[in-house]
């Protein structure tokens, strides 16, 4: 399973969730936010600080863990159309990518503000979410 854990109060990090289902044409991605019950076990077995949700955690295929700018990169692999354009970042070595992705993690709630709770996927994309 490739599951996909986010910020689910960050205004910016639900609408990059929404864009990547709408590329996952193959259904390859499951989501849950770090929030949720099954974010915080998975943040426990992984070892990482429940309460860094300064970072994507990308899980692909049950046992590689990616977070930061090659999580993206990672979970960018398994969309098709428009997205792939974006592995163009691939010719950046990690600490430059994840440099500008600390910077703009750092910042995203005074750039695109937050939600008082998780975002509640709608009936047609429940089935795309862990929930516990």
């Known amino acids: 399973m490739n599951i996909v854990l986010f910020d689910g109060i960050c205004n910016f ?14 259904n390859k991605l499951k989501f849950s936010s770090l929030q949720s019950d099954f974010g915080k076990k998975t943040l426990k077995s992984l070892k990482m600080e429940e309460d860094n949700l300064n970072t994507l955690i990308f899980i692909k295929n049950s046992n590689e863990v990616y977070t930061e700018s090659t999580a993206i990169l990672e979970i960018i692999k398994m969309l098709q159309g428009f997205p792939r354009v974006l592995l163009f970042f ?43």
């Open 13 to 26: 990090c639900n609408s990059t969730v929404l864009q990547i289902i709408k590329y996952d044409k193959a």
């Open 90 to 132: 691939r010719i950046f070595p990690k600490k430059v990518r994840d440099f500008f992705y600390k910077k703009f993690s750092n910042n995203r709630y005074k750039l695109f503000g937050k939600k008082e709770n998780c975002m509640i996927p709608t009936k047609e994309l429940r089935e795309k979410f862990i929930d516990n």
